[in-house]
């Protein structure tokens, strides 16, 4: 057991160097978004297409994009350099102008202008931040938080952050171009036993013939298309359904390369809308090189990658053509799956999936919208051709002007809407299942909740209303990379995952182009070798085929390219992805694959052979879950793992086939499910629950709180750090951000209030500060968005300040709120004013303010809230232009919220209850000591929850606090053999204390000893943001709804409760039935009907 040195009396100062750990969790956010500035835009504006105009006379104007560049925000009032403080406090976007060139072509003469298309959002603390390399103090000086790591976009001042004959087999493969844009594709298998090809353009849903996409890749004879799939004619299974394939091009006339790409062309050529100067051809080769394995970008390794799809895949077992050495992936693996030669692959293991970051669906919208500002300029191009063709003249710098200007499609709003709303408009779709929900709000409850926004996963929308389970569940591949414990427990669950503390993403994609050349120097075959044996297996790097090895000395291959990536040697990616699959009868299809994409999930572990840290991949690993087995039963799973790693999740779990070891048993867990003391001695459901609450927590979620501007902050007035903590609160620096409070927990049965679900706060506890806090709410006054304000100022005359419905206790001198000012309930007013029109044609100054004043009309506008509040801030907000009049105003309201009786707090274990009663100090029971508890809870919270770590916790807690120190509460700490109550005891005996932690204690009320021994120590303990200030509801009358007569609901709308079943039955039981008929029938439901 670790004691961590801290001086719990001293408080931390002020960090004066970046926590690397901490910002290393955000980073695949902003190094998506780099990669977006860097090189994704220069290689999505080189792949879009260029736009052809076409005027009367048949000149054509071909339209294309070039050298992008994306500057520093800055001010569009100001014209300085703009930060996000700033726009937090005024409610506007964080972004950066977006340069580019529009180069025209007309007659061979290129004509080409630069101009900023638009301000795009920028991502904070990413390369185009103005704060990205500043300093702890220069951040706190610009009102920043020290530990700003950034990875989110500022958006309005708000932080935000996919038939007939079928059957179900399919090979799916999602191919990915170097902007991070994607396409997929899918090889259907059909009862006729033939196959299409099946792929999305523009949200349309095509089938071709998968025979007439080989004719098209390469002008081969269908005798080479027969013999490569099936190799002198040995399978009559394959055989008969190739041949029917290749009838069927016959009959539609196809026999070479150019009658296929001139058939998909002129079936496609509305679909594409390219020019009519296109040939059916070009057409054709159009759709090949947007749709067919865009992550390959000559047509024979397209044919090649497709082509070797047809290998031979028998029950008896794989052979290969001899004549045709590449040996993988669709074709062959369908009809081997349609055999039964192969087993189908799960869709919902993690090895399947790949994460979707920000940076990359950036950029395919910025790059869809960049192509459709385009065709808006082309359409403005053929509108001034219809009216007279001689107004278009691209050498004069007038008309580009005239271009940009009126062109329909505006990046910028395009860009402002999808981060606003997180909805996508899309013409093609981008490869995505939804169009929705891609975006979202990055609030402060708490510091957990913001940082676990950037950790978070979600399967997508898509899958929400499916009504089957298995996209939900937990597979053992997920091990180490998705957290088994931070779920949310409702409809979300099992959709909405956290990465583990250790998982990392692939950002950006590595160097491979050594790795052949590497890989033939180990004994593989090259790609264009004439001759491949039948025992060879395929080499596939990143969805392409490189080469070729014998299965005998497939795993040595391995061994020898994970040797060298572990060493850091050779040019080898340090997160390169190696997996040997051996073959086997239905099992997983076999080969050598390599992957360095990006998008992956990699997690750190231990190669034993060196000793040294190797980052794996989720399809290189096994279940770690399978070598828990006991030494007997192993040898039954050797022979199922032994072509993936076998790894150990600790030292005493090793055996001679183990070839990597866990850096530590709580690396599967995520930062905030790790940050739960002594998890692993509690009920799995208890845990689930702590990671929920610890979001829901009041506590300090930032510190810059005067430059803030969020709708809603839950503040602590008195925080304090845990004296008992696990070492990733250290590691992480969370001490700035504490979330609850130490306190003095008995666990005992002591009056009618402390029942199962419920607890009792010590008054005096609660009078010194106890959980007491604070909800900042934010008010915006925008005269210019309510049509009944449009033509009104903000302040009042001169002659105003002592009249005017308006007095000091109210209002400034300017008729502002005043500061540190409470109001009540819809108390609040702020004057404006507005001009007649005979005035308006005279300045408002402060020299002619008298002569103006009987022109001008008085009004006050009423600011209502729901509760009592302090006016914290008044800030007015500058309008564009500057020299305007300001329009808005923001308020900043505090609103104290002491504890009161209904308020929800939970320990950090999921143990939830209400405060039912402040009990006074002089009743509580006290120790021989003198202490009194400042919290009671019922022991019958224990037994069905099951949760020992809150037991262990509260011993922890209690020695800390004797002998001042903070102590370790890791998971997987402890053992059967090396017991925490038994650590814990031994320091409580140390300190004069009972070994269980159990006290004598005192009744308050009479005196007299009680006669058992009371477990009480010290638990950290948190105030949830659930409230009965936000959440009662009284009413006498009030609005009824016109059509039935009975109350409206809904506490905003001053609606009634709804009485249910269960507390009619109370009624009844209690003798009230009359309440009943008194209370919903006249006095609520009761309506009077006229007739006639």
């Known amino acids: 057991m670790t004691v961590l040195s801290f001086n719990t009396l001293t408080r931390s100062d002020i960090p004066t160097e970046v926590n690397v750990p901490l910002h290393d969790l955000i980073k695949p956010h902003i190094d998506s978004f780099n990669f977006m500035i860097n090189s994704g835009l220069p290689s999505a504006v080189n792949n879009l297409h260029s736009v052809e105009a076409v005027d009367g006379s048949g000149k054509i104007y071909t339209l294309k994009f070039s050298d992008p560049k994306l500057g520093f925000p800055v001010s569009t009032l100001t014209h300085q350099q703009l930060l996000p ?35 795009i959002p920028v991502m904070v603390k990413s390369d185009r931040c103005n704060i990205r390399d500043k300093s702890i103090p220069a951040l706190i000086k610009v009102g920043e938080e020290p530990t700003e790591f950034g990875g989110y976009f500022i958006i309005n001042g708000i932080e935000k952050k996919k038939g007939t004959f079928f059957t179900k087999l399919a090979v799916q493969i999602r191919c990915v171009r170097s902007d991070a844009s994607a396409v997929t594709v899918t090889l259907h298998y059909l009862l006729d036993g033939t196959c299409v090809f099946r792929f999305h353009y523009m949200k349309g849903e095509y089938l071709v013939p998968c025979v007439l996409i080989l004719k098209a890749l390469k002008n081969a004879t269908d005798k080479e298309i027969y013999y490569r799939a099936n190799p002198e004619n040995a399978d009559s299974f394959i055989g008969d359904r190739l041949e029917g394939m290749l009838r069927d091009c016959l009959n539609k006339g196809i026999y070479t390369q150019e009658h296929a790409l001139t058939y998909l062309g002129k079936k496609f050529r509305v679909v594409t809308n390219l020019s009519t100067r296109y040939s059916d051809l070009d057409v054709g080769r159009f759709l090949i090189d947007e749709v067919v394995f865009v992550h390959l970008s000559k047509p024979s390794q397209k044919f090649d990658l497709l082509m070797s799809l047809f290998g031979y895949c028998s029950l008896s077992g794989i052979k290969i053509n001899p004549l045709f050495p590449l040996y993988s992936n669709m074709i062959q693996k369908l009809y081997g799956t349609a055999q039964g030669g192969c087993s189908l692959d799960n869709l919902d293991q993690p090895m399947m999936q790949e994460v979707l970051l920000p940076g990359h669906l950036y950029l395919a919208v910025l790059k869809e919208k960049l192509q459709d500002w385009l065709h808006g300029v082309k359409q403005v191009i053929e509108a001034d051709a219809r009216r007279d063709a001689l107004l278009i003249d691209f050498s004069r710098d007038s008309y580009f002007t005239r271009c940009i200007k009126l062109c329909p499609v505006s990046v910028e709003g395009r860009l402002d809407n999808f981060l606003a709303t997180g909805n996508i408009k899309s013409r093609s779709g981008l490869d995505l299942q939804q169009t929705s929900g891609f975006v979202l709000k990055a609030d402060k409850l708490n ?19 499916m009504r089957t389970t298995s996209v939900r569940k937990l597979l053992p591949e997920a091990w180490g990379f998705l957290c088994p414990v931070h779920t949310p427990d409702g409809a979300p669950c099992g959709l909405l995952n956290h990465l583990s503390h250790t998982c990392q993403i692939v950002v950006y994609a590595e160097d491979t182009a050594s790795i052949p050349a590497l890989a033939v120097s180990f004994g593989m075959l090259s790609s264009s070798s004439t001759f491949c044996p039948a025992s060879y ?18 795993a040595e291959f391995c061994r020898s390219l994970r040797y060298l990536k572990v060493a850091r040697a050779g040019n080898v990616p340090a997160s390169l992805e190696i997996t040997h699959i051996e073959k086997t009868l239905g099992g997983l299809f076999p080969g050598v694959y390599l992957f360095a994409s990006p998008s992956r999930m990699v997690r ?28 007997q039963f192993i040898a039954t799973f050797v022979l199922l793992t032994k072509v993936f790693l076998n790894i150990a999740v600790c030292a005493e779990e090793r055996y001679e086939a183990t070839t990597h070891m866990e850096q530590s048993p709580g690396n599967i867990l995520s930062v905030v499910a790790h940050l739960t003391p002594f998890s692993d001695l509690n009920q799995s459901p208890r845990n689930m629950y702590q990671c929920q609450m610890a979001k829901q927590t009041m506590g300090t979620p930032l510190t810059a709180y005067p430059h803030r501007t969020d709708n809603s902050i839950y503040r602590l007035y008195t925080p304090q750090v845990p004296l008992v903590r696990s070492v990733l609160y250290d590691y992480y620096g969370l001490d700035s951000y504490p979330l609850g409070t130490n306190a003095i927990v008995a666990v005992i049965s002591y009056t009618g209030y402390d029942m199962e679900d419920a607890m009792i706060l010590n008054k005096a506890s609660v009078e010194r500060g106890l959980a007491h806090g604070a909800v900042y709410k934010s008010k915006l006054v925008d005269l210019a968005s309510r049509q009944h304000l449009q033509s009104k100022h903000f302040g009042t005359l001169p002659s105003d300040l002592h009249g005017f419905r308006l007095s000091a206790e109210k209002s400034m001198p300017m008729g502002f709120p005043s500061l540190a000012r409470g109001f009540l309930m819809g108390t609040l007013y702020i004057a404006l004013w507005t001009q007649t029109p005979t005035s308006r044609g005279l300045s408002v100054t402060k020299v002619n303010w008298c002569r103006l004043a009987p022109l001008i009309k008085r009004f006050t506008h009423r600011v209502q809230d729901s509760e009592p509040a302090v006016i914290d801030q008044v800030r007015l907000l500058l309008n564009h232009p500057s020299n305007l009049p300001c329009r808005r105003l923001h308020l900043k309201l505090r609103i104290n919220r002491k504890p009161v009786v209904g308020d929800k707090f ?25 202490f009194s508890p400042d919290l009671i809870i019922n022991p019958h919270a224990f037994p069905s929850r099951m949760t020992i770590g809150m037991l262990i916790e509260s011993m922890a807690g209690k020695s800390g606090a004797l002998h001042g120190l903070c102590l370790d509460s890791t998971p997987f700490t402890f053992s059967e053999k090396e017991t925490a109550y038994d650590y814990f005891g031994q320091q409580l005996v140390q300190a004069g204390y009972n070994y269980y932690g159990s006290e004598r204690l005192y009744s308050g009320i009479n005196g007299t000893e009680l006669e058992v021994d009371i477990f009480m120590g010290v638990v950290y303990y948190q105030r949830l943001r659930h409230m009965v200030s936000d959440k009662f509801q009284v009413r006498t009358t009030g609005p009824i709804d016109p059509t039935t007569h009975q109350p409206v609901k809904g506490r905003r709308r001053k609606g009634g409760i709804r009485l249910g079943e269960m507390e009619r039955d109370s009624l009844l039981a209690h003798g009230v039935s009359f309440l009943l008929q008194d209370r919903l029938f006249n006095c609520s439901d009761a309506s009077t009907v006229c007739t006639f």
């Open 604 to 631: 750190p572990v231990i190669h034993l052979e060196s000793s040294a840290v190797e980052l794996i991949g989720t399809f290189e690993q096994v279940s770690p879950a399978l070598l828990f087995h006991r030494r």
């Open 906 to 930: 939970s320990s950090r274990h999921g143990q939830k209850g209400v405060c039912s009663k402040l009990w006074s100090e002089e009743d509580m029971p006290f120790s021989e000591s003198g």
């Open 537 to 554: 297996l395929s080499v596939n790097l990143d969805g392409c085929i490189i080469g070729y090895i014998d299965s005998s000395r497939a």
């Open 447 to 465: 510091f957990y909740r913001y940082l676990s926004h950037f950790r978070s996963v979600h399967r997508g929308s898509f899958f929400s209303d």
């Open 85 to 119: 403080t700033h726009c937090r406090e005024q409610l506007i976007s964080y972004k950066a102008p977006l340069q580019i060139k529009l180069d025209c072509t007309v007659d061979d003469n290129t004509y080409s202008k630069t101009f900023t298309i638009g301000n």
